[in-house]
Structures are given as C-alpha cells and as structure tokens.
C-alpha cells in the first residue's frame, strides 16, 4: 500500500516510493547541477524547463525500482512549499495528473520539514519529540522547536544569506566547482581550519537565535583579493591587476578556515537553542549537513550536551523525494487536500538560491 511521493522544489527532479511502515521501496533523483552549474546558481527557468523534461522518466523509474505496479498506490504526495514557483508547479501538474486518473488522495507537504523528517527515516527508533530541528540547505538555514513531525515552531535563522548559498559563493570566490559545498569541503580537507580567523556574527549574541552569512562571503572575498586602498594610485588601465586565485596550501587553507566559520556560527546558535527549549533530542536536515566536518561538531556537541544527534545519511541530507514520506503523517490524519492544491512558493529570499552575480 504505497505512496508515490514527487518532490521539485529547485534543480532536483526527484520522486520516490514509500509504504506505510515509512520504508522507501524506491528513491530516485535527477540533479540538475550539470545545468547550472556554468552560472554558479540555480536559473529558474532553466530548472523548470529541466523539470519538465525529467518528471514524467523520474517517476516511472521510481515506480519500476520499487517492483509496483501504479494502480498500487494509494496516494499521491508533493512538495508545495517553499521553492521555485515554476520547479514547484511541475512537480504539482504532474502530482494532480496521476492522482486524478488513480482516482487517489492528493497531499502537499513542506519541503522544510520534509527534511527534518528524514530523521524519522533513518533513525525511526530514535526521534523523539519535542526535539530541536536545524535545517541547512542552499535555500535556508533555520532552527525549530518541532512538536510534532507536521508542528514546527521557528525559532530562528539567518537574517541574510543561507549556509549553503555561502558555501556556493565562496566556492565561486575560490574558483572552485558548483555547487560549491561538496568543492569546499573536498579541498578543506587538506587545509589549517585556524590559518584565518574568520568572523562568526552574531554568536556572541545569546538572546537570538538568528545567524549572518554575508559578512563571512565579504570577509573571504577580501582575503582572496584584498580592496584596493582609498588613498592608492588610481589603476592603471589596462589587464587586470587583480592577484591571481589562490592554489595548492592557501586555498586548503581559505577553504578550510571559510568552513569551520560556518561550522562555529552554526554550531553556536544550536548550543543556545538546545539550551534554551531543554530538549533531549536533536534532529538535522538540509544539503549543508552532509559536510562532515558540520556532521562532526554536531556529534561532539551532542556528547557535550548528552542528547541524541540524529543525522540523516548524506543521500537523505540533500533534496530527495524519500523525505516525502511525511506525507504519511497528514494521510494517517484522513487529510486530502484535493485537485484544489495550489503551491505557496514564499516570497522571501529564503525561497531560492540566486546564481552569483
Ligand atoms: O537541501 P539541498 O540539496 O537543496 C536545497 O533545498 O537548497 O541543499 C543544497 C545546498 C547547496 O548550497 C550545496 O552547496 C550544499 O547544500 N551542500 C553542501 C554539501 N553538500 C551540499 N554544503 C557543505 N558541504 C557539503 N558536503
Ligand atoms: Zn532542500
């Protein structure tokens, strides 16, 4: 008795199969990173005409993988919020299609706390809630004290760009590949984490629980290619006098030092909201927390703390349709949202990751 699960958000054209006993007989995903990866961002366009292309192939790879037949499947479940508007409406038409001609209910859920319920996938015997919830993709970078798999309260997050779009600039910056995390931690790994200090905004800060990433892209900026002085000659015409971008042991050392400022303000703003609701459980989503070195603080902090640390795996840490097995929840509560469902994209930056400029 499964259900077919269908997640567009942004560049992932993602769809999956899962029984009611949450196990996910299926989950495959079409990145687009290929696409984008020439403009360093994701292009909107590009992404839903890429959607558009991939859905239809995605599905009934998901479904064939899963050894079901589609008359088996008793609901259908789709990503509505937040993302792409256009990404999000493929993923909605091709949603209402299949449910309609299945004659099956039709269910929309949040990709946000999709990805916190991927520690109920994971570790089904581990979640507890109340827990605390961190989300740390390329859109968003939010703390939650989750009540319930479907009851997230906010409590906070970044005031500007998210961790992952940071990670995306500053591998632009470094004139690394895109997307720009799984480059930085690669070349990281070779590299001092305290050969530049960094800054960590707002973690000094103990009465909030927001936190700021584009100090931190400014200040790596100007490490790479220090600012002209106000009181210098004017430059002459001609090539660039720009230095070139860093090689070898500096970028390991920029890239190194650039994450663990991430890892540090992050790690800082958990600590205050784990302090500050009392609960025991911790629980992580979000394509930033496949870095292992963000995975690692968050397990010391943990044993710190003496609270569990339910980590996903890397493949249910990015966007994936597994996740949309939170549907199961509001099915198991007789909800249906219809041929009525539309998608509420969010207005706010925290909706998409722009390309660099
Ligand atoms: O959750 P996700 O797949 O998509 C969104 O919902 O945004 O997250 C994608 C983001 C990208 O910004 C990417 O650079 C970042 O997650 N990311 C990483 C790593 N893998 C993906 N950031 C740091 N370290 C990684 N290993
Ligand atoms: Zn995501």
């Not at 004659?103 to 916190?116: K, R």
């Not at 207005?347 to 722009?354: C, L, W, Y």
Request: net charge neutral; with cysteine.
């Amino acid at each position: 008795m499964p259900l077919l699960a269908i997640e567009t958000t942004c560049d992932e054209t993602a769809a999956a199969v899962i029984d009611r006993s949450r196990r996910v007989l299926s989950s495959v995903v079409a990145s687009q990173d290929d696409l984008h990866a020439r403009w360093r961002g994701v292009v909107p366009e590009v992404a839903s005409r890429a959607h558009v292309e991939r859905i239809i192939p995605v599905i009934d790879e998901a479904v064939t993988r899963a050894g079901v037949s589609k008359e088996s499947l008793v609901a259908v479940a789709v990503a509505v919020r937040p993302g792409l508007v256009g990404s999000l409406l493929v993923g909605l038409c091709a949603a209402k299609g299949i449910a309609a001609v299945l004659g099956v209910p039709l269910v929309g859920y949040d990709h946000i706390a999709a990805h916190l319920y991927a520690c109920r996938l994971a570790h089904p015997e581990r979640i507890r809630y109340p827990c605390v919830g961190l989300v740390a993709s390329g859109g968003h970078t939010s703390l939650f004290h989750l009540h319930g798999p479907l009851e997230l309260e906010r409590l906070g997050g970044t005031i500007d760009d998210a961790a992952g779009e940071a990670f995306d600039k500053a591998a632009a910056l470094l004139g690394l590949g895109y997307p720009g995390g799984p480059w930085i931690e690669r070349v990281a790994a070779g590299g001092n984490p305290a050969a530049h200090r960094f800054p960590r905004p707002l973690v000094n800060d103990r009465e909030r629980l927001d936190l700021s990433f584009s100090g931190l892209k400014t200040a790596l900026r100007y490490r790479v290619r220090p600012p002209a002085s106000p009181f210098g000659a004017a430059p002459a015409a001609g090539p660039s006098l720009d230095p070139p971008l860093p090689t070898g042991q500096a970028l390991a050392d920029l890239a190194a030092s650039f994450q663990q400022a991430v890892v540090d303000a992050i790690v800082a703003k958990v600590d205050l909201a784990l302090a500050r609701t009392g609960c025991r459980v911790l629980a992580v989503g979000g394509g930033v927390t496949a870095n292992a070195a963000l995975r690692g603080a968050l397990e010391s902090l943990g044993r710190k703390r003496r609270i569990d640390v339910l980590i996903p795996p890397r493949e249910l840490c990015t966007d994936n349709a597994a996740m949309g097995a939170i549907a199961w929840e509001r099915l198991e509560r007789g909800e249906d949202d219809g041929l009525e469902l539309d998608v509420t994209p969010g207005t706010d930056r925290s909706a998409a990751r722009r390309p660099s400029p």
